[in-house]
Each structure stands twice: as C-alpha cells, then as structure tokens.
C-alpha cells in the first residue's frame, strides 16, 4: 500500500513538471488560453459582489426610513408584486381623510405622514437648479428618521403656510451661507415663493430618492398651489411595536374597507404593506436581477472553456512526436490522457485564481468609488461566487480538456514518430 502511494506521488510529481515544461514552451498560447478564464472568472465575481452590494444598499436604505411601518398606496397589487404606481399608474383613491381616519381609528399608530411628490424649477436669489419637492404631514420627523442640521421642521400651526424644509445637498443654492444662516432666507418652487425654516442633516443618496437634493413643503401648500390634486402619493403609518405591526396593518385594510365601501369579497383600491414585506420583495426581485446578471457572465466562462478545447487540441497536434515517443518507452494512454488532463485543469484553475483577484480588485475600486458620488456602499464579495467560480474553472478544465487528452491518449507511437 505504502508502495502503491509512493509511485502515485512520483507519477504526479513527473506529471505536473511536464505540464510546466509544456506551458513554458508555449507562453502566448498560454496566455491566451487563460485570458478567456480570466474575463470570465472576473465578470462573475464582478456581477456577483456588484449585486450584493448594490442589493445591500436598497434594502438598507427602505431599512433607514423608520422601523415599524405600515405603507398605504392607491390601487390594488398583488402584495409579492410591485406597486400600481411602479407602473407609471397614477390612481387617486388615497385622501387626507382617508389619512386621518388611520390616526384617530387604528389602535397602536402612533403618528401618521401623508405624502406627494412633485419636481419643478428651484431657486434662490444666487442660483437655480432643477430638483424635486415633497409635500408631507408635520408628522414626518416622528414617523421617519428625520434629523435636522439647523431650524426646524414645520409644525401643525404651518400647514397652510409657505414655508420650506430643505435637504442638506440644496445649501449649494447659497453659496457662503451656514446651515444656520440659511434658515430665514427666500426659495421658490415653481415661481412660488417659500421661506426656509430647517436644514435638514445629510442623510445620503437612497435607490429611490435623494432626500438630501428635496425640499420639503407642507402637505395641503404642495397639493393645492403647487400640483393642483386632491389625493396623497401614499401615505405611512408608525407603530408602537413590531408585534402590533401586523394587528395594525389588518386593522387599516378593515378601516379603509369600510370607508371606501369595499365588499370583503372585491378587490380593494389601495395596497397595505409593511416594512418586512417590501424588504422580502426586494431581496427577490434584486435576487433575481443578480443571478441572471450572473448567468449572463458565466456565457464569458463557457467562451473561455471552448478557447481551452482548441488550445488543447493544438498542443495535442503540434506534440504528436513527443506523445509517440514516450509511448513507445512505455507510457499508457491512461498515463497520457491524465497528462493533457492535468494540464487543462492546470490552465483553467490558474485563469480562475487570476480571474479572482483581478473580479477582486475591480470591486474594491469600485467601493471606493461609489461612495465619492453620495451613496453608501460597502464592499462585498460573497463567498459562494468565489467557490462557484473555482469550481466551475474545474468542472470546464475537466470536461473542456477530455476530448484532447482522449484524443492524445490515442495516438499511435508508430504514426506518430513518422509524424513531420
């Protein structure tokens, strides 16, 4: 036994120097065989930690506007599908009442924020800029995570007054001036005129929004001089506690049910969803993006495994000589297919190492890229991806490489020492 494990290790040893001494010979052709596994090894990676990250950064930015959240849109969805406003489907079933209603009625919300959204011209005396605005309730500090740099926020008293709340980034409409300077000074939305009572702090760029480019009016000032509506975009309620999430949620679907004369067997016109359910919804359909991204790389690994056939089949034809030559001192064809094998298992794992640090380093160049532009992105390379590749590079150096080692492990040592 001992004996039989010796010569196994002698044999191996024999077999990876003359692979060496194969790709030494031919250093462009092995080059290029293991560029095609480098490109695709590296897309992979790249598509793969790309995926991750950019799939963190939705969920945590739904995560960041506040724990314990009930969200009522207009029209009805399936709750595992996207929103009817997600469409471009603009529907008018959700009022300030209907809002209201939620607060005084539904046991456990503790505050609720109305919510439309509008983009126009935005200025100040200095500078202009095209941007968007959001009409809210009051209530939004206490229903999201609302932190302000200086001022205030609104308050119920303003409700009818033309008075502003801008996102940290819209300081740049005054040049010079502090957080604290602004608050006090003139803006105008759309040729109307607005006074800024609060700054908010920097919060960063989010999937959907940018809350730091927003400025913030009161709810009735934004539909009424501003968009001209009657309706809410949506509107959320907070909760006490997690465990009442789902008793208030059920609570508000019987709620506005009854206020919109729905029957329990038709479809209602609106959609309650939770915190919860939007993250699950978006992991899914973020899964399902980043794995078809995935597949669509891998196209790059299987180019690559059919560069490996050719690549082999020419070393097998250009070393015909050599195969005929040690078969006539004894070789086996066993001895030689698992030679040529060897060699493209070799060549593929070599590629799918490099093609890791090269995926490697581009995601790091790109972590440290993207949050320059205001987003925060952290840097991700998931371990499956890694073996996945790794075990692909195998599976193709195998499956890629056995025709030509067949193929060498067949040649005759008499037609092949005639060979010129």
């Known amino acids: 036994m001992v004996l039989i494990c010796a010569n196994s290790m002698i044999s191996f040893w024999q077999t990876l120097r003359i692979v060496v001494q194969s790709i030494a010979s031919s250093k462009l052709r092995f080059f290029l065989t293991v560029l095609g596994i480098v490109i695709g090894v590296a897309s992979v990676i790249l598509v793969s930690s790309i995926g991750s990250s950019a799939q963190g950064l939705i969920i945590s930015q739904v995560e960041n506007v506040g724990s314990n959240l009930v969200t009522v849109l207009p029209g009805a969805s399936d709750e595992k599908g996207p929103p009817a406003f997600a469409f471009g489907i603009i529907t008018k079933t959700l009022t300030i009442d209907d809002m209201k209603a939620v607060e005084r009625n539904v046991p456990h919300v503790v505050s609720v924020t109305g919510y439309v959204n509008g983009s126009g011209t935005i200025e100040s005396a200095a500078e202009s800029t095209g941007g968007t605005f959001q009409g809210v309730s009051p209530t939004l500090p206490d229903t999201e995570n609302v932190a302000l740099a200086a001022g205030k926020f609104f308050g119920a008293s303003d409700e009818g007054s033309s008075v502003a709340v801008i996102g940290y980034k819209l300081m740049s409409l005054y040049p010079g001036l502090t957080a604290d300077e602004i608050v006090g000074e003139k803006l105008t939305i759309k040729n109307r005129p607005f006074t800024i009572v609060g700054v908010l702090a920097e919060k960063g760029n989010s999937a959907f929004a940018d809350p730091d480019s927003t400025v913030y009016v009161p709810l009735v000032v934004a539909q009424q001089q501003l968009l001209g509506i009657r309706y809410l975009t949506f509107f959320r309620a907070k909760v006490d506690t997690a465990e009442n999430l789902f008793g208030a949620k059920d609570d508000i679907i019987s709620l506005l049910k009854r206020r919109h004369?729905?029957?329990?067997?038709?479809?209602?016109?609106?959609?309650?969803?939770?915190?919860?359910?939007?993250?699950?919804?978006?992991?899914?359909?973020?899964?399902?993006?980043?794995?078809?991204?995935?597949?669509?790389?891998?196209?790059?690994?299987?180019?690559?495994?059919?560069?490996?056939?050719?690549?082999?089949?020419?070393?097998?034809?250009?070393?015909?000589?050599?195969?005929?030559?040690?078969?006539?001192?004894?070789?086996?064809?066993?001895?030689?297919?698992?030679?040529?094998?060897?060699?493209?298992?070799?060549?593929?794992?070599?590629?799918?190492?490099?093609?890791?640090?090269?995926?490697?380093?581009?995601?790091?160049?790109?972590?440290?890229?993207?949050?320059?532009?205001?987003?925060?992105?952290?840097?991700?390379?998931?371990?499956?991806?890694?073996?996945?590749?790794i075990g692909v590079c195998t599976l193709i150096g195998l499956v890629f490489g056995l025709y030509p080692a067949r193929k060498a492990s067949k040649v005759s040592p008499i037609e092949a020492l005639r060979y010129e």
């Open 261 to 389: 004369s729905i029957s329990d067997r038709e479809e209602p016109d609106f959609s309650v969803r939770t915190l919860d359910s939007a993250v699950d919804l978006l992991r899914t359909v973020t899964d399902a993006v980043k794995y078809f991204l995935i597949a669509v790389a891998g196209i790059a690994l299987l180019v690559g495994g059919i560069g490996i056939m050719n690549s082999m089949l020419i070393a097998v034809n250009q070393r015909v000589r050599e195969i005929g030559l040690r078969k006539a001192l004894g070789a086996t064809a066993s001895a030689l297919r698992n030679q040529f094998l060897f060699e493209s298992i070799v060549v593929t794992l070599f590629g799918g190492v490099i093609g890791l640090a090269v995926g490697a380093f581009l995601v790091w160049i790109i972590s440290l890229v993207i949050p320059r532009l205001g987003y925060v992105w952290k840097f991700s390379l998931p371990l499956d991806s890694v073996f996945i590749s």
